[in-house]
Structure formats: structure tokens, C-alpha cells
């Protein structure tokens, strides 16, 4: 059996979760995954309790009610919005259909690893960008956008909370387009962001180089039924539509889904808390020692810690707290770690056991 080079080579990426680590155990208190800390809508839940009924049926392929509904609330035509099992299957098959061993690909890091490794599957060919605040090297980053390639920028990027302004992504999109170059953002947390809306989801009206990336996942808290959607010019989005495996997102899902989008006050509270509880673990963990936090603009923090991040992950899941361990995100090593903004009570329990540390 031969098999393709990008094949044998590829490392599936790593991510936090308490399947991130031997023998979860659900008790412990997990600091690791950037879900809202208000988890899923009560509409949400009641959904998927008061649907089991339709397990048995097969679910819309084209997630056709879920997409009017997404219209209405992103106003782009639903023509121009993919449905997926959670933001990461729209990553991959955007990578499969629109790159090659021919395409020039530039991803700034420390960022998200699954641009990497679907690119990578693609055959692309990847340059790195290294800045810690994308937002205040926009000039030399702009000056490597590749021709006829493509780049990927998470806004706010995870795992370092920054935010870039609209203005600068609008100074990005103009020359990505010059260059004939795809550009590809993920605001899978945007709509978690308390202070700013940077959102660029409009231009895709009038830029077909551009496609957003959402997930439901984050927003709103529905991480075990895995749906995200993407938001691109009818042209990209009609293959998008076409390749994607058939009944990609389950029922429950596109249910779940419609009810959490169709809970207004839902983000408003979210957005909240988190910047309530954002201050509150900043200013406390800031007081430690061994810890010194990056300003962040949503619902994580990422922690240059001078405790090595394997032994302080092993040491806090003793406490049952995990937490993400970031030494193996490209552009970071083992001194740093990312947490996750959760309730004061839940705060409060981190803060104590770092203390003990």
C-alpha cells in the first residue's frame, strides 16, 4: 500500500480537554477547554432532551433551517454559509479544496495548530510568522503576504487573547487581494470578546478572497456536539457545500444550534462575566511570583509561568485542575500554559492552588 507523503508525515495536533490526558476523570475541573462559562443555553439543553425522538432519523444534510436562522442573525445569505461538525472539519476541507503543493501558506504563531496541520495535508507550503501582538506588526506582516496564496489569522487568537482591529484586518484584506491571496479568519471566540466588535463577517459581501470562521463550540457552549459554520463568497461556499461527507452535523446538533443562536440575552451575560472574571483571575494571578499573564480581550489567558508546564500540569491535576499545557504549540516552549475563564467559585479554586505551588 503506497501512500501519499502528507500522509505518513502528518501529527494529528494535540489540543486541552479531559480526553487531553490518561484516565480522565470527570470530576476534574478542567481550565484547559475555552468553552463559555455559562456552558449551553437552557433553550439549548431543552432541545436536545425534547428531540431524542428523531435519533432514529437521518438529519438534514444541508442544515437548511439552521443556515435561514444563521442568515438572520449574520445577515449573509444563507447561500454563502457552510455548516460543520464543530470549525475544524470546515478548516480541513477549506485546505483540501482550495490548496496545494503549489500554494504558499502564512500563518502567524503562536496560534491554533489545525491550520498547520490541514495545510500540511494539502501539500502547501507554510511559512511562519512569529509575534506575540500581531496587531502592532501588521506592516512587516503585510509585507509577507504570499501571491496567489493564502493566509490564516485567528481574531482573537488563541492561544494569546489578542485582538486585531477591523481597520487593520480591512489593511490586510486589501493586500491579500492584490495578491490574489485567500485569507481565511477564524472568529471562533469574536463573539466572546466583551469590549470590541472587530468582527470582519460583512466584507464577505463585497471580497470573495475572504471566508470567516465561527463555532458554536465556544460561544455557546456546546462543545460535545461539535458544529461550527463558515462564511464565504457563494463560489467558495457552493464547494464547501459540496465536498463535505454527507449528514455532517447531526440532528441534535442543527436543533441545539438554532435554539442557542435564536437566545439573544445569552452572549450579553456571557460577555459579562467574562470580563468581570477576566480582571478578577489578571489581577490575582498577576500577584503570584512564578506567573505573569498576556493581556487578553476574551474568555482565556495565556501565562508565561517559570515552572516547567509539564510538572505544572502534573501538580495541579493532583488538585484535579487541568490546565492547558502549551509546550507543544508552535512558537511557545515549556514555559508557558493557557487558562480558561471560568465561575468566581471555580476561579477562586485555581487561584489557591497555584498559590500552594
Given at each position: 500500500m503506497k501512500l501519499d507523503s502528507t500522509i505518513i508525515s502528518h501529527k494529528p495536533v494535540s489540543h486541552g480537554g479531559i480526553y487531553s490526558i490518561p484516565n480522565p476523570d470527570p470530576k476534574i475541573l478542567d481550565f484547559s477547554s475555552n468553552i463559555n462559562p455559562l456552558g449551553p443555553t437552557p433553550k439549548a439543553v431543552k432541545s436536545i432532551k425534547s428531540n431524542l425522538k428523531t435519533l432514529s432519523i437521518y438529519p438534514d444534510p444541508e442544515s437548511s433551517d439552521l443556515r435561514k436562522i444563521l442568515q438572520k442573525y449574520t445577515k449573509i445569505p444563507s447561500s454563502q454559509i457552510v455548516v460543520g461538525n464543530g470549525a475544524t472539519e470546515i478548516i480541513y476541507n477549506f485546505c483540501r479544496s482550495f490548496l496545494s503543493s503549489?500554494?504558499?501558506?502564512?500563518?502567524?504563531?503562536?496560534?491554533?495548530?489545525?491550520?498547520?496541520?490541514?495545510?500540511?495535508?494539502?501539500?502547501?507550503?507554510?511559512?511562519?510568522?512569529?509575534?506575540?501582538?500581531?496587531?502592532?506588526?501588521?506592516?512587516?506582516?503585510?509585507?509577507?503576504?504570499?501571491?496567489?496564496?493564502?493566509?490564516?489569522?485567528?481574531?482573537?487568537?488563541?492561544?494569546?487573547?489578542?485582538?486585531?482591529?477591523?481597520?487593520?484586518?480591512?489593511?490586510?484584506?486589501?493586500?491579500?487581494?492584490?495578491?490574489?491571496?485567500?485569507?481565511?479568519?477564524?472568529?471562533?471566540?469574536?463573539?466572546?470578546?466583551?469590549?470590541?466588535?472587530?468582527?470582519?463577517?460583512?466584507?464577505?459581501?463585497?471580497?470573495?478572497?475572504?471566508?470567516?470562521?465561527?463555532?458554536?463550540?465556544?460561544?455557546?457552549?456546546?462543545?460535545?456536539?461539535?458544529?461550527?459554520?463558515?462564511?464565504?463568497?457563494?463560489?467558495?461556499?457552493?464547494?464547501?457545500?459540496?465536498?463535505?461527507?454527507?449528514?455532517?452535523?447531526?440532528?441534535?446538533?442543527?436543533q441545539a444550534a438554532k435554539e442557542s443562536i435564536s437566545t439573544p440575552n445569552y452572549l450579553i451575560k456571557s460577555k459579562k462575566l467574562i470580563l468581570q472574571e477576566l480582571n478578577y483571575l489578571k489581577a490575582n494571578i498577576s500577584k503570584l511570583d512564578k506567573f505573569d499573564c498576556y493581556d487578553s480581550t476574551t474568555n482565556f489567558i495565556l501565562i508565561k509561568t517559570k515552572i516547567d508546564s509539564d510538572e505544572l500540569q502534573k501538580k495541579l491535576l493532583q488538585k484535579k485542575i487541568l490546565i492547558r499545557n502549551c509546550s507543544n504549540i508552535r512558537g511557545l516552549d515549556h514555559n508557558f500554559i493557557r487558562i480558561a475563564v471560568k465561575k468566581r467559585k471555580e476561579n477562586q479554586k485555581l487561584l489557591r492552588a497555584l498559590k500552594e505551588i
Open positions: 503549489k500554494t504558499k501558506v502564512l500563518i502567524p504563531i503562536p496560534t491554533f495548530g489545525e491550520y498547520e496541520a490541514a495545510a500540511r495535508l494539502s501539500g502547501a507550503k507554510i511559512t511562519f510568522f512569529k509575534t506575540f501582538d500581531l496587531e502592532k506588526d501588521i506592516d512587516n506582516f503585510i509585507s509577507k503576504l504570499p501571491n496567489n496564496g493564502c493566509i490564516f489569522i485567528c481574531n482573537p487568537n488563541n492561544p494569546t487573547g489578542n485582538l486585531i482591529s477591523k481597520n487593520n484586518l480591512k489593511k490586510i484584506l486589501s493586500q491579500a487581494k492584490r495578491n490574489n491571496c485567500l485569507m481565511f479568519v477564524d472568529e471562533c471566540f469574536i463573539e466572546l470578546v466583551p469590549q470590541h466588535e472587530e468582527s470582519i463577517i460583512d466584507l464577505v459581501k463585497k471580497n470573495d478572497n475572504l471566508i470567516i470562521l465561527r463555532s458554536l463550540t465556544k460561544s455557546f457552549g456546546l462543545a460535545g456536539i461539535r458544529i461550527g459554520y463558515g462564511v464565504s463568497s457563494k463560489k467558495i461556499i457552493s464547494i464547501l457545500n459540496k465536498i463535505k461527507i454527507p449528514w455532517n452535523v447531526s440532528g441534535l446538533a442543527q
